[in-house]
């Protein structure tokens, strides 16, 4: 009966939303495109079976999913993998960083209709979704079919966590049906079991990030010729920041530049179809913007450099004097700091990193990191370590350290998944 009740409430949601759709796609907007595969009709090309379904939400979920998607197939080749988001952002991380590994599909809508079609047309063996994508619908059909099911990579936020608990009679029905939960913390376990999921089914594996293979370091090389980097420059990068954090990174970055004059800003807005408002931003300092999609092009002393892509933040961490992580001075919640500290990068964040807060923990606890309170804080902080070159390396390296010495999460990622997922899947084969 409530899940009855949860997929009319969904229905009534889609239905009042169903005009703002039309429009866009009348107006040819990129996330309209594909209404259909929402639908769940998914099955031209896809790969050969048995298939494993994966599913990232979106660009940090998508980017987190590579090494395991990676592992997967080395360790069972004869597995094909479809890889569902639900952004095309999403989407585009899969076809540039797993092409030929991978094959995108969105994920269809969370009712009986598209759902049930969507898993006629995969037939997965088993299903893994990273982070926290709890589709009662969809994980119900799966249990319903006798197909074993994993989250990976588990967290509940602050925020997440609040809402859940008002729910908590259906979801716990949901969670009594995934085979294992793969928890990044002791405190997302406790909280997934709060809210239902069987103890004996909850593992800490610690966070996937940590497991992100950086680009080669001769890389660097090239991303600095491409910005037409000069031997007296230093590079600050602002990496997924919100609304109301670019004024402030704007306003640091200006008055840094009289007592630093070789400083760059590389301004990376989390969400790139925001690149027009933040050039404004920019404009309105007497600054001029240069995209990324512009380049190579000659760049004047007073540009600021305007990451409009997806899925090369990462890659500019690597030419960064110093790192702030957005989402963070405004709450947010954060984003992910283990990026430029794999690199070796000093990094900053504002005090809203409830979505991140282990990671968090971890770098302040090795001095990796520093917490700026505010736009005053963020500019000191940049300030010093712009001018201490030995002071910025070994806050890098000491960040580094920290989350190397975590790694091994795909690693007990795939044991839980031989266990619980291809363990279940071959013994419900046996039964029938």
């Known amino acids: ?26 107006r040819g907007h990129r996330q309209s495109a594909h209404l259909a595969e ?30 395991l998607v990676e592992a997967i197939r080395r360790r069972w080749p004869e597995l094909s993998i479809v890889l569902t988001t639900v952004t095309a952002t999403g989407a585009q991380i899969v076809a540039d960083r797993l092409a030929g590994v991978a094959t995108h599909r969105y994920f269809p809508l969370d009712l009986p209709g598209p759902v ?17 994508e709890l589709w009662p619908n969809f994980l119900v059909a799966l249990a319903a079919r006798g ?45 997934i079991i709060a809210l239902g ?26 991303w600095e010729r491409l910005i037409d980097l000069r031997p007296d420059e230093q590079v600050w990068v602002a990496g997924s920041t919100h609304r109301g954090e670019e004024e402030i990174v704007l306003d640091a970055f200006v008055r840094l530049r009289a007592r630093v004059p070789g400083l760059v800003l590389l301004l990376a ?80 964040f504002g005090p809203h990193t409830t979505n991140f807060r282990e990671s968090a923990e971890l770098l302040l606890a090795a001095g990796g990191a520093e917490v700026v309170a505010d736009g005053a804080a963020l500019e000191a902080a940049a300030a010093a370590l712009l001018a201490d070159g030995a002071r910025a390396r070994g806050m890098g390296e000491r960040g580094r350290a920290a989350v190397q010495a975590r790694q091994g999460g795909v690693q007990a990622t795939l044991a839980l998944v031989e266990r619980f997922l291809l363990a279940t899947d071959a013994s419900s084969s046996g039964s029938r």
């Open 197 to 222: 999921a069987p103890e004996d089914r909850v593992v800490v594996t610690g966070s996937l990030k940590t497991d992100q293979a950086p680009e080669d370091p001769a890389a660097a090389a090239q």
């Open 269 to 348: 807005p989390r969400h790139p179809d925001r690149t027009e408002e933040v050039e404004r931003l920019v404009r309105a300092r007497g600054l001029e913007p240069l995209r990324r999609t512009s380049l190579p092009h000659p760049r004047a002393r007073s540009a600021v450099l305007l990451l409009d892509t997806v899925g090369e933040l990462a890659q500019f961490y690597r030419i960064a004097h110093v790192v702030y992580v957005g989402g963070s001075l405004v709450p947010n919640g954060g984003h992910n700091m283990l990026e430029p500290a794999l690199r070796g990068k000093p990094v900053l």
């Open 147 to 191: 197909v074993p099911s994993m989250i990976a990579n588990g967290r509940i936020s602050d925020r997440s966590f609040r809402r859940y608990r008002l729910v908590r009679t259906l979801l716990a029905r949901v969670l009594r049906r995934v085979s294992v939960f793969a928890m990044q913390s002791p405190e997302d376990a406790r909280r």
């Open 116 to 132: 049930r079609r969507a898993l006629d047309a995969v037939r997965p063996r088993f299903f893994i979704g990273m982070e926290t």
């Open 38 to 67: 929402r639908l769940g009709r998914v099955s031209a090309g896809l790969p050969a079976e048995p298939r494993v379904w994966i599913h990232a939400v979106s660009v940090g979920e998508a980017i987190t999913a590579v090494p």
């Open 1 to 26: 009966m409530i899940q009855a009740l949860y997929s009319v409430a969904l229905t009534a949601v889609l239905a009042a939303y169903a005009p703002v759709l039309l429009t866009r796609r009348l």
